[in-house]
Each structure stands twice: as C-alpha cells, then as structure tokens.
C-alpha cells in the first residue's frame, strides 16, 4: 500500500524543529532524576538559558504550584511562537509561575534557581575560552548554594565530516548538516532543512556558526568557573547498540563515531 497523503499543517520552523529535536517531558525527567541523585532532594526552580520557544520551562512550571521557571532568550520570534504554543496551554496557575524574559543570558539576574541549564547546544556560540568562561561564571551566579548547572554536548569522527544526515518523519524529513568544520580552531558551521512530502526542500532554516568543544574543555572551564565538581554523563546501548535514553557518570569510555550527552556541574 502506498504512504497515505495527508494534508499539511501550515509550514512553521519552530514546529517542525520541536518534532525533531527535542523531548521536553524526557528532559524534565532528567533533571528531576539527576538533581535527586546529586542533591538528595527535589528542584523546584528552573532557568533555562538560550530557551527559544521555552517549551522545557513551560513543563517544568506545570509540574507542581511549587515549581516555576524562567525562560531567557535575545530573540523575540522563539518566545512569541513560544507564548502562543507552550505558555498559552498551562492553566492560569502554572501561567504564574513561568516567565520568558527577552534579554541576554550574559546579563540577566533572575531569582537564585535550584537548576540552569543550556541546551542544543547553545553554548557554542561562545568562540572565545574567556567568552565562555565568563558565561560559565553568569551560570555560577544564577544558581543557589544548591544549585546544579547542566548541559549538553556532542561529538565523535562523525559530527564533525562535512556532510548530511536525513531522519525520516511521518511526513517530512529533517536534515541535519555539518556544512564546514574548520580543523584550525574547530568554527565549524551546521545547518538544519526540512523537506516535507511534495515539497521543495526548505534551506537553512536554522543556521549555528559554532566552535565545537571537548568534554574535558569544557570540564576545566566549568571548575575554574567556580564549580566545586562536574560529572560527565554517559548514554546506555539498547540492544542494537544506539541510545536508550538513561545516562550514567562515567569517566572512560569506548569511542564511537557520533555521540550526544549531558554535563552537569554542582555548585
Ligand atoms: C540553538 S538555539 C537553542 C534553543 C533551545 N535552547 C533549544 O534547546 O532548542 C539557540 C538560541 O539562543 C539564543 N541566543 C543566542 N545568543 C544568546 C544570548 N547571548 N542570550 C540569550 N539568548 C541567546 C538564540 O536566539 C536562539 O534562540
């Protein structure tokens, strides 16, 4: 039988880019877990750096009256399909209890949260050791004394080839592109496109000029960012040998040519 055809949504990026890379409800178990593991306790505030459309905060704040999150982002365009989509479906309670700011991550004090994070990411934007370093430092001081930082990160052989990755969806494909990796100072530049059924290929939806960093590049900046100790997570195999979606400290691991984990770095 041939793929049914259905009638297309209207084309919007930040759609199409939630479907494909992110999972909010998995990223909330995460924190939850981790800070429970690391702190002994439960977190209840969240900030989330560079939080485009802030659908992490939005579930985040709908969890309980007692959580409540802060979303901040330099471009208005994320946060009004964010306050459209996400914050417009939390009930006038859990509303309260989110807010996005439109402001600079390097410069924007919010109330002392038990968790930061940045994620997808982000953070690479940040070319410069001492560029870096002084964001590391902002993240530091956004915490409370309790507080736990975390972040993602990706690599392998694999990631940094000049070349395409397509994942098929129900009824588009997400492209992922590695479009020049520089070996002088890893600037590296990715890309994402989307080709829905019977459509042109759209281009360059979302464009990232990055500097790629190590994990232990990144671990020393985070210590010297006055972070008492950082734990590198590792992902679990399911039985074909890819991701499971459970992550575990760990210190030594086998390479393989393309992974994709977390940091986070306790106060
Ligand atoms: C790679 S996107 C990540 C969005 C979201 N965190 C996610 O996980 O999908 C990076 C976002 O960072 C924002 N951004 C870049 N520099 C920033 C800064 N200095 N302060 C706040 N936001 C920034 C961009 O506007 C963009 O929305």
Redo the contacts with the bound molecule.
Sequence with gaps: MGKKKQKLREYNKYWY?EKS??NPEGEVDFFNEKYGEIRGKQAFTLR?????TGAISCKWAAQSENHKSYG????PE?IAYGKEVHYAALDDEAKTRMEYLE????DSPTPKVDITFA????YF?FKKRVDLLNYFKAAYESLNDTGVFFIDIFGGPDSIQENEDIIEHSHYDYHWECQKFNPMNNECRFAIHFKRDGEKRRANQFV?EWRMWGIMEIRDLLEEAGFKKTIAYWEEDDEDGDGNGNFYPSEDEEQCESWVTYIGAVK
């Design positions: 880019y890379v992110q989330e750096d560079f939080c485009g901040i982002d330099l471009d994320p402001a600079n991550v390097l994620f997808n990411f982000s934007i990232y």
